[in-house]
């Protein structure tokens, strides 16, 4: 077993460059199935679930070439089945995007029910729903999900709830839908915004991604293209976290500024030093940081994703702080984890209460999620003494070369094998 050895409690200082967006990543590779030429993906970041995506498209009959460190070449014209085994979709929840790709473009589908991190119960009902109104038949048999259409055709959707995936699932089964499709209540995150910007560089129609109301006008055809991911607005906010968590002072390098204001904006409010500098943010340690109440909300709110970084930040913080989920049901099981190096944190269903310490002491610990392995990493750097850190196939599954980042602007960390 594989763990994270961290020895803390030094302030980190200097540049961190951030890695390609993997929500975009996940969906955009999939999405390349739809286009009658090879595309070209800039900017991928090299991370468990981009590795897992290439293996699925690989054994559907893609060719899929790193041309250069970061630059994918994906050529899925000539694929030979459309039925996904279970061996990879099973460990990641974006899997489902091979839902709305292949039977928009080939009329069938079949994946195993999705995996990824626990965090409560994340049905694929409004993925369902949606495919259903374009005119597939959806099937659930034997832990598989079956989609199935002769013609999809535009409709308009409603989403009870706002769902990224099903936002985005429903857009790639409607690019090559006859008629227009309209999906109202659609989530407004920049990743849905850079995978509509894709899809239209390849010949789609769609209009008003980043609002509540996407409009899709099905086409024929649509042609290869070359695109560039934007930055990873999660793992940017980690990094700013970790800064101030470890009284540091780091410069955040090629991040979207207007995409992280939701964090940032948390960040200054409990007194951490903030600066923008076109595609680069500069964070540091002020002093003293400050409480402060969050709640996670979908975009433009505080994201759900860095919950657990900023509860771990607010465990330093002078005060009472609350922290409120109300996305995931299952997002604080990794409290106990930051406990164990002396955090005092209450959680009463929905929502923790963080009674800020002086100081976390390192321990073994256990990275419970993706994103709550992260905030073991930034817990592990600002703690004295060392942390270890099992379960970091969780990690790897979203942050690329974490060692060479951490270690690159003065932290100590290492990773090595228990038996």
């Given amino acids: 077993m594989e763990k994270y050895v961290i020895n803390g409690g030094k302030p980190l200082f200097g540049d961190i460059v951030i890695s390609g967006a993997k929500n975009v990543a996940v969906a955009m590779i999939p999405a390349c199935i739809l286009a009658d030429e090879p595309c070209i993906i800039e900017n991928v970041p090299f991370i468990r ?10 054994e559907l009959g893609a060719e899929i070439d790193f041309i250069e460190p970061t630059t994918l070449r994906i050529d899925s014209t000539k694929l030979h089945t459309t039925s996904c085994s279970a061996e990879y979709t099973s460990k990641m929840r974006a899997s489902y995007y091979l839902l709305g790709a292949l039977v928009s473009k080939y009329g069938s589908a079949e994946i195993s029910l999705p995996g990824g991190c626990d965090l409560g119960p994340r049905p694929m009902d409004q993925h369902i ?13 034997g832990g598989r999900v079956l989609a199935s259409a002769e013609q999809l055709s535009g409709d308009s959707v409603f989403l009870d709830i706002v769902s990224v995936g099903a936002t985005i699932n429903i857009m790639l089964a409607a690019v090559k839908a006859k008629g227009v499709t309209v999906i ?12 509509a910007n894709f899809l239209n560089s390849m010949g789609a129609n769609i209009k008003g991604a980043g609002t509540d109301i996407i409009k899709i006008k099905g086409v024929d055809r649509l042609k290869g293209s070359r695109y560039q991911i934007i930055p990873d607005q999660i793992e940017a906010g980690t ?28 960040l200054e409010e409990m007194g951490v030093g903030i600066e923008e500098l076109g595609d680069s943010i500069h964070v540091f ?3 003293l940081l400050k409480k402060a109440n969050v709640k996670t ?21 002078d005060g009472t702080s609350t922290v409120t989920e109300s996305i995931w049901d299952n997002r604080f099981k990794y409290v106990e984890e930051l406990k164990k190096m002396g955090a005092n944190i209450t959680v009463n269903s929905t929502t923790a209460i963080v009674e800020g310490v002086n100081e976390l002491s390192g321990a073994p ?28 196939y969780h990690i790897d599954r979203g942050y690329e070369n974490v060692i060479e980042k951490i270690s690159g602007v003065g ?9």
Avoid: C, W
């Fill in 297 to 317: 909300l979908p975009y433009p709110g505080f994201p759900t994703d860095m919950q657990p970084l900023i509860t771990t930040l607010l465990a330093l913080a």
């Fill in 184 to 195: 109202e209540n659609a989530a407004k995150e920049p990743h849905i915004v850079d995978l």
């Fill in 129 to 141: 729903k949606g495919f259903q109104a374009l005119g597939a038949d959806m099937k659930i048999r």
């Fill in 49 to 58: 679930d981009v590795e897992l995506m290439i293996k699925i498209l690989r």
């Fill in 411 to 419: 932290g100590t960390i290492k990773r090595t094998v228990e038996e």
């Fill in 285 to 287: 340690y002020k002093g």
């Fill in 365 to 392: 610990v256990f990275a419970t999620d993706l994103r709550a392995g992260a905030a073991m990493l930034v817990a592990g750097v600002a703690a004295k003494g060392t942390t270890e850190i099992m379960d970091i």
């Fill in 239 to 266: 990094y700013m976290i970790m800064a101030a968590a470890s009284k540091g002072d780091l410069m955040i390098k090629n991040v979207i500024p207007k995409h992280m204001e939701p964090i940032t904006a948390k």
